[in-house]
Each structure stands twice: as C-alpha cells, then as structure tokens.
C-alpha cells in the first residue's frame, strides 16, 4: 500500500448507513435535496445542527440544513460531532490526510487541524470507526464540493470543554470562508409523543440561541441529543462570529418514517445566522 493509500481514512458506513456506490449515493442525495425547502434568511448561514442517522431516517431532515448553503461562497467546513463507541479524549483528529467516501476524498485542512492544536490539546487518532462525522460527508460533498475540512470528535461534552473548543475553533476560523456544522440525533428511543416532549425544549433552547440552558436541559434529561455538546460548542462559536439567531428549519423523527410511533428518535435541522 503506498504513503497516499494510508493516509486515506477509509469509510466505514459505506454500503449500510447510506449507499455504497458513487451513483446510488449522489442521486440518494440530490434526490432529498431536492425536496427540501430553502429558507427566507436574511443573510448566509455561519453554523448547522445536522442529524446523524441512517440516511433513510435522518437524510431528508439533514437536507433542509444542507440545502442552505448550496453553492455558497464557502472555503473550510469545520464538522464536530460526539464519539460513540471509542475513547477519543477530551478532542480528537484524523490522523488521515482525507476522508473518503463514495463520492471521493475530501481534503482534512492540515494547516486548521495544526493551528487548533496550537489552542487546545487535540488527540490525532487512526482508524477511527466514528460515524456521526463521516455521515456528514457526502452532503458536504454535495453542496460545497471545494471546501476542505476540519474534523473535530468530541469525547467530553462538559460546558467547559464547549466552551474552550468553541474559543478555539472561532480563532481558527476567524476571517475565512468558514462554515460550522454540528451533528447530533435528539431524543432516542421514546414514544412519538414523549419525543416530541423532549425535542421541544432542545428546539426552544437553540431558537433562543442559549447554548449554556441548553447544556443544563441536557443536565437534568428535560432533553436529549447525543451530540448536545457538538451543538453547544458551534452554537458558542458562532456567536463568537457574529450569529445572533438560530432557526430550526424542520423536525421529524424516525416514526415519521417508519411508522412506528413506539421507538422513535428524533432529528433536527438548525441554521445559525
């Protein structure tokens, strides 16, 4: 295997979270794109909430973020997302190079990656099986093809490591044509209407633009998001960068789908601007 072949973050979701080949996976994409709406906003998006499931599931809600920022003006891409099943300290990095899927690489920003590990302490890992962020992708890949990008895996949630990496990711970013991308399910595994319930005040706290309420709801379980910290932590950020408002452009949850009502999870799309 050659130096570019191992240097290659090999996908891992490929051919069961969404499809494993070029052509089904672009028109899967294009196809859900195409149904979402794009919002009357005032000015272009600094930061998304994007859901992290199974594009089945999760995709059609992950397009109405997406579809806001379609061909916009937009040089780096910064995706955090939580870490699942591996240990990642407090924040961790591809050691790749690129990222791929079926769609092709996408390039890891190694400039960004260095000047964020000059702010806080980064973990650069190898064969990671983190999904949350490779499912981000192929969308990205979508809408903003030239774009690189900056992989953030959060392995602690706490509001102080939001709050130091959000200082962090907003100095890095400051002055280029970035955008932020948080990626979270909601609640998991409640009935439709408990969803509901606790999705609410998840929508609530982003649409009033409180990251610390929100981490407090997460606190005391009055909501659920398994990526609450990736959501605080772009939330922080893009205050910094001058977002002041926060819109949550649609809401379903698995049940919706699948018509199950019993066992559901939720998913949201947000747009910061």
């Known amino acids: ?5 191992q240097d290659i973050r090999r996908s891992v979701i490929a051919g069961s979270w969404y499809p494993g080949a070029e052509a089904p996976l672009r028109a899967m994409v294009q196809g859900f794109l195409a149904q979402a709406d794009e919002a009357d906003l005032p000015c272009a998006p600094v930061g998304l909430i994007v859901p992290h499931a199974g594009y089945v599931y999760s995709g059609q809600v992950a397009a109405h973020a997406y579809r806001q920022v379609a061909g916009r003006d937009v040089e780096r891409v910064v995706v955090i997302s939580p870490v699942h099943r591996m240990y990642a300290g407090r924040y961790a990095v591809t050691r790749s190079a690129y990222y791929e899927t079926p769609l092709g690489l996408v390039e890891v920003d190694a400039e960004m990656v260095a000047a964020l590990a000059g702010l806080v302490e980064v973990n650069r890992v190898g064969r990671d099986n983190e999904h949350s962020l490779e499912i981000q992708l192929p969308f990205l890949q979508q809408v903003l093809p030239a774009a690189k990008l900056l992989p953030i895996m959060m392995g602690a949630q706490d509001l102080l490591s939001c709050q130091r990496l959000a200082e962090a990711v907003s100095q890095v970013v400051a002055g280029r044509k970035a955008l932020l991308v948080a990626s979270t399910d909601l609640s998991h595994f409640h009935t439709q209407d408990g969803a509901n319930q606790l999705d609410q005040v998840f929508i609530r706290d982003v649409e009033a633009f409180a990251p610390e309420r929100l981490m407090q709801h997460l606190a005391t379980g009055e909501t659920e ?18 977002a002041q408002q926060a819109r949550i452009v649609k809401y379903a949850t698995s049940g919706d789908v699948t018509g199950d009502q019993s066992n559901v999870v939720g998913y949201a799309a947000g747009v910061l601007f």
């Open 225 to 242: 998001a398994c990526g609450g910290g990736p959501v605080a932590t772009v939330m922080l950020a893009a205050k910094r960068l001058g």
């Open 1 to 5: 295997m050659s130096a570019a072949q």
